[in-house]
């Protein structure tokens, strides 16, 4: 059974830094893009990041390029979020997932809260 | 990117048809067979029910089905259960290598 776990969130202030971390199993890590995504309160969901199997290449949503830094390590099947230059507006629940093709999520987990207070 | 648009909710009563469309552009819907549909509950992380445009995930009810005409992709509901009550959301693949997500749909079972 595939399963993700974020884990990480918590309370930072306006202008902090946070890094979120993502445990994946159930499926061949190393085979797969892995995504991050999220959902501010009462709102929509918002692309943030992907990154390809081999780490190659990553990907990122204009609101978060140059703020945010993914990462993974395949040797631990963990996926990461680095999230810099924190703002008011990136308040909600991150939520990971394992790719379906180079950015799709599909798989998803429970979500880590993230609240960024000023 | 701009999101994808989407009704903001759309009813239906046990047993009907609900339809929910998901617009957008040459450079996301209208340009790629990548479109997915998702569904959540509250406090609960979304579940694809849909992926490519038509697919359905092992274990997707038969009820779900969607399509795409130019820049719209639809998600159509049969038999409309109460369980399907939830929110909604489109995604596509985009011209900039990229996902875009839909605004979302609440859909209520009367």
């Known amino acids: 059974e595939v399963q993700v776990l974020e884990s990480g969130g918590g309370l930072v202030q306006s202008g902090g830094s946070l890094r979120l971390s993502c445990a994946a199993s159930g499926f061949t890590f190393s085979s797969y893009a892995m995504i991050w995504v999220r959902q501010g309160p009462g709102k929509g969901l918002e692309w943030l990041s992907a990154i390809s199997a081999s780490a190659g290449t990553t990907y990122y949503a204009d609101s978060v390029k140059g703020r945010f830094t993914i990462s993974r390590d395949n040797s631990k099947n963990t996926v990461y979020l680095q999230m810099n230059s924190l703002r008011d507006e990136d308040t909600g629940v991150y939520f990971c997932?394992?790719?379906?093709?180079?950015?799709?999520?599909?798989?998803w987990g429970q979500g880590a809260l993230v609240t960024v207070s000023s | 990117q701009s999101a994808l648009s989407q009704p903001a909710s759309v009813s239906g009563s046990p047993g009907q048809s609900i339809t929910i469309s998901c617009t957008g552009t040459?450079?996301?819907?209208?340009?790629?067979?990548?479109v997915s549909w998702y569904q959540q509950h509250p406090g609960k992380a979304p579940k694809v029910m849909i992926y490519d445009v038509s697919n359905r995930p092992s274990g997707v009810s038969s009820r779900f089905s969607g399509s795409k005409s130019d820049n719209t992709a639809s998600l159509t509901i049969s038999g409309l259960q109460a369980e399907d009550e939830a929110d909604y959301y489109c995604?596509?693949?985009?011209?900039?290598?990229?996902?875009?997500f839909g605004t979302g749909t609440k859909v209520t079972v009367l």
């Open positions: 995604s596509s693949y985009t011209s900039s290598r990229t996902e875009v």
């Open positions: 997932a394992k790719g379906r093709g180079y950015v799709t999520p599909d798989h």
């Open positions: 040459s450079s996301d819907v209208g340009a790629y067979d990548h």
